[in-house]
């Protein structure tokens, strides 16, 4: 009686062989008909594009994890990329936060703004002229705007 799986005679081996061999071709023919196109199909064609080469250039021989290694313009973006547009500056808006009126001291604060300021002090540009009980008066240039506490507790 034998024991084990093993392939002791060369009849064994040779049908083993030829078995491993089918197994091969039949992957293969099966992967070639994957691939080929349906007959009748339209022809897909090849890219258009050529490879980008750059055998011998110094972003090439750079290690590809180096903090130092420059993109292929060298000003922080590839070549074929278009220049970012800067964005307009956006001022902040002048947002009222909380007044302090009593007949000793009279201050406000603005959002953004890390301490209360006085009748004259300046925020964004904006300059105190009144601060009263309920609302505050400030101006920029010659625009002047009145801002309601109300506005404190919008969002």
């Known amino acids: 009686m034998r024991e084990g799986l093993f392939l002791s005679g060369p009849g064994e081996r040779g049908a083993a062989l030829v078995l491993v061999l089918v197994g091969v071709l039949a992957a293969l023919a099966l992967t070639a008909s994957l ?3 349906a007959p009748g199909a339209p022809e897909v064609p090849a890219r258009m594009v050529s490879p980008l080469r750059l ?20 000003v922080g973006r590839l070549a074929s990329e278009t220049p970012p547009i800067a964005a307009a500056p956006v001022e902040p808006p002048l947002r ?12 406000v604060l603005f959002a953004g703004v890390d301490t209360w300021l006085e009748e004259g002090g300046t925020a964004w540009g904006w300059t105190i002229d009144l601060i009263e009980p309920r609302r505050v008066t400030v101006h920029r240039g010659s625009e002047r705007r009145v801002i309601d506490a109300s506005e404190a507790l919008s969002p």
């Open 96 to 107: 009222l936060v909380g007044i302090l009126a009593d007949s000793a001291v009279r201050r």
């Open 35 to 37: 691939e080929a196109p």
């Open 55 to 74: 055998e011998g250039s110094a972003f090439s021989r750079a290690p590809p994890f180096d903090p130092a290694r420059a993109p292929l313009d060298g």
